[in-house]
């Protein structure tokens, strides 16, 4: 099997450019009264040129079956084997915010929640509060001192934050305090190896001292912890593939994503327009750029069928300033489905499409689940992607005399 | 995964005969003014005929996205995972020429070239000198000693040789002294592991001598040489799938590759109808057979699309001989495309046929790249080939109870 390592050797640099658009939780199912998918009711002339000119398919992003997260629906699509490279919650939600983490770092999403007089949770978000009030708190719970561990606590947005401890010998093999559901108690933080229990004991001084000083507090009196994870260790893109990455995205989780495999991560502003004029702005300067596409995905896990449509939409009729560019290669994919009959990420393959001069085009003439099906490519695993980009873009040496 | 292990295990003689007829540089790319591929456009009703007869589909030599060199494309489709069994450059030149190296030797590719008189690299292959004047060259080389190895230099063709270095305790962890570009010097070979250093001692040693005798040429006065490699541990395949496996082909280095895998190469003629010939004088004494047809990956590789077209319809026009043997499997495939368009192997899958009384036929009606696309065994690995060949001809036993 193809591994990184073989990559390695043949990538060449080269003047070529790619760009990679991730229209987030592309996927659909049909609705229930019309038949067709979110994509199949879009309106979307320039989606459906680029797959007129390009080689179609449908990705797995992880598996058959499995319901990727963001993480590893990325990551495939960078072309990290997701089994092999995770990347856990709490170190995502730390790149996410700009946070420097040095490997031995252990890093945990927190949540600012609402326990009642007994203790158990009533709101896991503490009903949402502002981030305003999240950078308060955050700084009431900086102070907070532990024998062994230097304590973070960063904000994140609204009701979530981050928990970094910093010291020798920590380990992230812990489990959550947070039990996700309504009328239990935080859970007490656990080992999973015997090496974690001094860490273990840390985490649960934290969540002890940061209960004591949210007392009184009227939403926010509460924390919770998941996804304790120290930075894994990931090869840079442009030391496997000898590209020069970028990354234009609006979401803090996707720019931390790029950031761990060495993307540049570029300033843009909120609106796909806004990102396809930061892509055209340092075009020159890359030659590899990861565009993230946010609102498919949001308006799915909504279950608004109408909107998703309307954001496909949005973003098509932005594409032509994106085809102007003439890139070398285009794909066009999602890092997942996010049907929004279920209102969640699914595990349904995803739309894919890769324009090329040196592409082998197929009779695709819509880019839809369906019509991709007949797609020249399949059905194909997700990390088969940037191979197959770098080919097109002749970044690739031939494999074996 | 099904692993070599496992297809031995279930692998039983018969005389049932198989007959793989390897096109090779099969897969095209559309012509920018038509949109035909070679394929496509190339009249050819025996191989059309053969399509409705079977079941199609596409292969990816190595992975999609990866561009095969001959080597890997062709251990592939004989059962070999081409990223475990990597053939060096240097023994794929020697078992070209018929050398039977011995399991220590070391073999490298050479090449006369031309410095200047500050011993810099002004043609790669001194102008490709003929045939007759490399083996005057390796005359004057042959006679170099060194100590710790037995020093072979063999002439190929044109400007390539084969320098062999036979004895105790050698590696071919090494780097190549070919830098593979003008305007520079041959570079210092190099140990890639400590137990490589007196190797590397050697093979320098070789070098400058091969310079002091070279002196004064008027164009081939100083050598490259590349890709080190020993003989990799292959399993044969009448050990592995219980054959007895002949090679029709006309190129020393598929000769030479048929070898490594245990195939006996039959002595033949230049063109197709020479090659089909001798399978014909042969086919009672094997049950497998292996036809290399070369043309089409020349032509593809010279850019010219129109020459492409008509290797493929003398290629046609030749193949009723060999449909009067009626094998009881017929599989047609390329080791790799090579696409006139871009003058060079590719990574774009090869169509395929199979053809046995025991296939499950689809609606493919035409041989091409486009029309396997629909065929019943879809894109598949290379390397699935001899599974369902075997099982198409009846050899392989149940698996498990």
């Known amino acids: 099997?193809?591994?990184?390592?073989?990559?390695?050797?043949?990538?060449?640099?080269?003047?070529?450019?790619?760009?990679?658009?991730?229209?987030?939780?592309?996927?659909?199912?049909?609705?229930?009264?019309?038949?067709?998918?979110?994509?199949?009711?879009?309106?979307?002339?320039?989606?459906?040129?680029?797959?007129?000119?390009?080689?179609?398919?449908?990705?797995?992003?992880?598996?058959?079956?499995?319901?990727?997260?963001?993480?590893?629906g990325h990551l495939a699509i960078f072309g990290y084997d997701p089994v092999k490279y995770n990347i856990g919650r709490g170190v995502l939600e730390a790149v996410g915010i700009d946070v420097q983490l040095k490997p031995q770092d252990i890093a945990a999403r927190g949540n600012f929640c609402t326990v009642d007089d007994q203790g158990l949770i009533k709101h896991r978000r503490a009903g949402r509060i502002s981030t305003d009030k999240n950078v308060l708190l955050c700084r009431l719970l900086s102070d907070i001192a532990i024998e062994g561990a230097e304590v973070s606590v960063l904000p994140v947005k609204e009701h979530r934050f981050v928990l970094i401890l910093r010291g020798e010998g920590l380990s992230p093999e812990l489990t959550d305090s947070d039990p996700q559901q309504l009328g239990l108690p935080p859970r007490r933080i656990e080992a999973l190896s015997p090496q974690a229990e001094r860490t273990a004991r840390i985490a649960n001084e934290f969540v002890s001292q940061a209960r004591d000083r949210l007392k009184g507090q009227p939403s926010a009196n509460m924390v919770l912890l998941r996804g304790f994870a120290r930075?894994?260790?990931?090869?840079?893109?442009?030391?496997?593939?000898?590209?020069?990455?970028?990354?234009?995205?609006?979401?803090?989780?996707?720019?931390?994503?790029?950031?761990?495999?060495?993307?540049?991560?570029?300033?843009?502003?909120?609106?796909?327009?806004?990102?396809?004029?930061?892509?055209?702005r340092y075009y020159a300067d890359f030659d590899f750029f990861f565009v993230h596409f946010k609102t498919t995905d949001s308006r799915g896990e909504d279950?608004?069928?109408?909107?998703?449509?309307?954001?496909?939409?949005?973003?098509?009729?932005?594409?032509?300033?994106?085809?102007?560019?003439?890139?070398?290669?285009?794909?066009?994919?999602?890092?997942?489905?996010?049907?929004?009959?279920?209102?969640?990420?699914?595990?349904?393959?995803?739309?894919?499409?890769?324009?090329?001069?040196?592409?082998?085009?197929?009779?695709?003439?819509?880019?839809?689940?369906?019509?991709?099906?007949?797609?020249?490519?399949?059905?194909?695993?997700?990390?088969e992607i940037m191979p197959l980009a770098l080919a097109h873009a002749l970044k690739l040496d031939k494999f074996g005399a």
Not at 11 to 31: E, M, N, Q, Y
Not at 41 to 63: E, H, M, Q, Y
Not at 333 to 360: E, I, N, Y
């Open 1 to 72: 099997m193809i591994e990184l390592e073989h990559i390695k050797k043949i990538a060449r640099a080269s003047p070529s450019k790619i760009v990679l658009l991730i229209i987030d939780g592309l996927g659909g199912l049909p609705h229930p009264e019309t038949g067709k998918t979110e994509l199949e009711t879009a309106r979307k002339p320039n989606l459906n040129r680029i797959a007129r000119d390009s080689i179609c398919g449908l990705i797995d992003p992880v598996s058959p079956g499995i319901t990727p997260g963001s993480a590893p």
């Open 231 to 280: 930075r894994p260790d990931i090869p840079s893109m442009s030391d496997i593939y000898k590209l020069k990455p970028a990354a234009v995205a609006t979401y803090p989780m996707y720019r931390g994503l790029a950031r761990l495999v060495g993307m540049q991560v570029l300033p843009t502003g909120d609106t796909i327009a806004d990102q396809l004029n930061t892509l055209r």
């Open 303 to 383: 279950g608004n069928f109408q909107a998703k449509v309307q954001a496909i939409e949005e973003l098509d009729s932005a594409l032509p300033s994106l085809l102007t560019l003439e890139p070398d290669v285009l794909v066009v994919t999602g890092d997942h489905s996010t049907p929004a009959t279920l209102a969640m990420h699914s595990w349904h393959p995803v739309p894919f499409m890769l324009k090329s001069k040196w592409c082998r085009r197929d009779d695709v003439a819509e880019f839809s689940e369906r019509a991709c099906l007949a797609g020249g490519l399949g059905r194909f695993p997700a990390v």
